[in-house]
């Protein structure tokens, strides 16, 4: 069986994000040798192509706990995950079955995309581009969140959250950004509203 080319370039751009966006990160090999949420993506990217196949649904479950086992990292195959996204140490992060997330998206260790009801159907968040959720935050439910939000550390959102807002609290509430003002990593850090 051969892996398509684009695949094999989704990777490299997992890779290159995860390289991008840690600034303790000294190589492209010590990204792919040692980044847990990387190798959690990876292998969440092969048991979806799997998922979506007749048949191997069950398989695709068990290569998604042995990852889980290994990495700290819980990715239902059945998610659908963009591209570049980062999990940023990621030991205790969760994403949900029905959990849809964006492009360029970080999530940093302990954060959830979870549901809040046992039924079928949608009922796990859907997290636009370009969002970072803090540690250990935790995003409930059908929620949508908007593009270039931010979720701040242990923030828990249950309702949506606009495009370019931060949220924070138990219960999160919405803090909006200056519209003109650009992001600053070192200024606009979500954990700095706790």
Known sequence: MSVPLHFLATLQEDLQA???RDPAARSLAEVALGYPGVHAVWVYRL?????????????ARLISQLSRAFTGIEIHPGARL????????????????????GDDVVLF????LGGKSMRHGK???TVGDGVVVGAGAKILGPVWIGAGAQIGANAVVIHDVPAGAIAVGVPAQIRQRPAAAPFDAEIDDPAIYI
Request: hydrophobic letters at 35%; proline letters at 7%; charged letters at 25%.
């Open 47 to 59: 048991a979806h192509r799997m998922w979506q196949r007749p048949g191997l649904q069950l398989p």
């Open 82 to 101: 963009g591209r570049r996204l980062f999990i940023d140490h990621g030991m205790g992060v969760v994403i949900g079955e029905t959990a849809e997330v």
């Open 109 to 112: 260790h302990g954060s959830t």
């Open 18 to 20: 995860a390289r991008d």
């Open 123 to 125: 009922r796990h968040p």
